[in-house]
């Protein structure tokens, strides 16, 4: 499509929460008590815990008629002009957090450090957990554009996929890509990465490198994939006026509801796919998608083959004049310059699915050399994870409590892996008692594996206990989404949509998986809580 020399390039702050950490140079022992010892290993903390756009015409080769439900088409016109180059970001330096001052000292030092020659603990001996650290919690949206909560305890997701396009203008931020890796998780949960840089290169050429989800064509054309009538009626008959106010993360959800009308998003594999689907839908639907195939045909000023010169790549085709541009007067448009504005293109021209695929890879391979280098959100942890070989310690930080239920955001840790994720309990308060259905008191857990059906077909789940609450209460780590689901149990999810946790069954499976042959023994499971106010 052609880029629009009119667009201006226009961040959303992302808001959270700083995680503490010290600083420190070697392992040492934190002496609390005569029995009580904490383990510091060294940590530092380095950051905070074109184009002329589409033109509807009669002048393809298929009906200019845009409804895609009835798979009839919807004929834009993309942006053609040199894809802006971000401008290299300052990094942020590092500040040393202070050391921590539990009580006056005749030494300078308010904790007593050790340098670790101390013997292993005695099973007599209490062991202190070092405190939880701080959860970042941050808001996107969910499909009903409600907010949802993100949990970061060992990053950033938008770090860990890296996607094309990460670092452009004041849209894209780390709510945007968490929310754009997020739909293609949804959509394409075996492709994920690969369907997430191409979403944002299709959207980098829709909005003329602004991803601005306002972006008009000047043909009834709006948003981050340019919704036109047709699309836009699809969607509830959603009007401008709401579509164009909408900030960019909500209006991820009406691209991926546009996607999954129906089962069409599975025709997409390609870069190309995705992009006919967005610019041109029947191509995809009707398996017009190889590269000779023909999606434009030249014949009329205002045919779609006329108002997308980028997409013109034969020889001497962008160089040719075909026309001029005329108002409703039939006065010539003129530019900035005072100069007629051109109509490219050969007079019986035609736009091939290769002229289509080339220009868009433009914009996916520009997109891979411009990403974020400074993820706000994330941490960068220098050391090893916090526990020793072989060991695995799930932190679950009680954080949000409704009529039915609460909410957690949980850290699973082993000493070669790390991942984050919600987990939906009984509502409060804690109790002691069987049979209940109320959450389990606060502590230091151990698990063994309990057969059970709760998991399907993995056919067993974890099941905590320790002295005050014993295996009898049967409280299991196991698939579930709802308040309702609990019965006393731990239902981890991948994101929080509310008062639900979602995407259970490959939360639970992927923490089976983390677990592997560790023997339980190996495993602890420690609950607290930092309640939101």
Known sequence: MALNPNIKSPNKIYQKQEIDIVEGNADAIIKLDENSTVKVPPVKKT????????????????????????????QKTANTQPQPQPQPQPQPQPQPQPQPQPQPQPQPQAIELKKEQTPPASPQQKTVPPPPQKIEVQQEHNEDKKPVAVASLSGCVCKDYDIAWGKTGKFVNCEFRKKVIQ???????????????????????ETAGTFDPAQPNGSDYFGLIQFGEAVRKDLNNISVEKLTGMNAVQQLDLVKQHFTRSSRHKLMKTLTDM????????????????????????????????????????????????????????????????????????????TYIWEVTEEVE????????????????????TQKNNVSDGKIIIKIVRKWQYDDSTISVFKFTSSDQSFDGFIIEPAGPDTLESGKDKRIV???????????????????????????????????????????????????????????????TSMVKKIHNAIGNTPVNRIQVIISSEYAK
């Open 47 to 74: 950051g905070t815990v074109a184009l002329d756009r589409k033109n509807k015409s009669s002048g393809s080769k298929s009906s200019a008629s845009t409804d895609t439900k009835s798979k009839t088409t919807e």
């Open 183 to 205: 739909i293609c998780k949804d959509m394409w949960p075996n492709d994920v990465k690969n369907m997430a840089n191409n979403l944002m290169a299709c959207m980098h050429l």
């Open 275 to 350: 992009y006919l689907y967005i610019n041109y839908p029947n191509s995809l639907i009707n398996g017009e998608n190889k590269p000779k195939d023909i999606l434009y045909e030249g014949g009329t000023k205002k045919s779609p083959y006329h108002a997308n010169p980028s997409f013109m790549k034969e020889k001497g085709e962008y160089e040719n004049i075909f026309d001029y541009k005329t108002d409703k007067h039939g006065n010539f448009k003129k530019d900035k310059y005072g100069q007629k504005i051109p109509i490219r293109g050969f007079s019986d021209g035609k």
């Open 362 to 381: 433009k914009h996916l391979a520009n997109g891979l050399k411009n990403k974020e280098t400074n993820f706000s959100c994330s941490i960068k942890n």
């Open 442 to 504: 606060e502590g230091v857990y151990s698990v063994d594996w309990h057969d059970t059906k709760k998991n399907k077909d993995l056919g067993k789940a974890l099941r905590l206990y320790n002295d005050k609450v014993s295996k009898d209460r049967q409280i299991l780590v196991h698939v579930g989404n709802y308040g309702k689901d609990t019965e006393g149990c731990l239902l981890p999810g991948v994101s929080k949509n509310g008062a639900m946790v979602s995407s259970s």
